[in-house]
């Protein structure tokens, strides 16, 4: 049974930085690619970031290019978000989600490639 379960989210201040995390369990997580979503109230989920399987490649929304870094620890069966200068326009709930296909050649930024979800953290920055 695939369990994502995500974490580090919480209230802070524009400009502060925030590392979410990602643990995953119930299926080989080195041969898949993952991403972080987020989904703002009233809004639809949206694509943030994206890492192959090998975690050589990634892929950024343009809103959070240069502000976000997504990485993986394959060992530890982890997935991460740094999210740097965060803005109010962040604040959303911040899915983790495991791609449906392995070994993928190329990271997808199409949620309807993701078929594993975790349950999601929120993550409010305050003006």
């Known amino acids: 049974q695939v369990l994502l379960v995500e974490s580090g989210g919480g209230l802070v201040q524009t400009g502060a930085s925030v590392r979410l995390s990602c643990a995953a369990s119930?299926?080989?997580?080195?041969?898949?690619?993952m991403a972080w979503f987020r989904q703002a109230p009233g809004k639809e989920r949206e694509f943030v970031a994206a890492?192959?399987?090998?975690?050589?490649?990634?892929k950024y929304a343009d809103s959070v290019k240069d502000r976000f870094t997504i990485s993986r620890d394959n060992a530890g069966n982890t997935l991460y978000l740094q999210m740097n200068s965060l803005k109010p326009e962040d604040t959303s709930v911040y899915y983790c989600a495991a791609d449906r296909h392995v070994h993928r050649f190329m990271p997808s930024t199409a949620i309807g490639d993701f078929n594993s979800w975790g349950q999601g953290t929120p993550v409010t920055v305050s003006s």
């Open positions: 890492i192959s399987w090998s975690g050589t490649q990634t």
């Open positions: 119930g299926f080989h997580f080195d041969m898949y690619d």
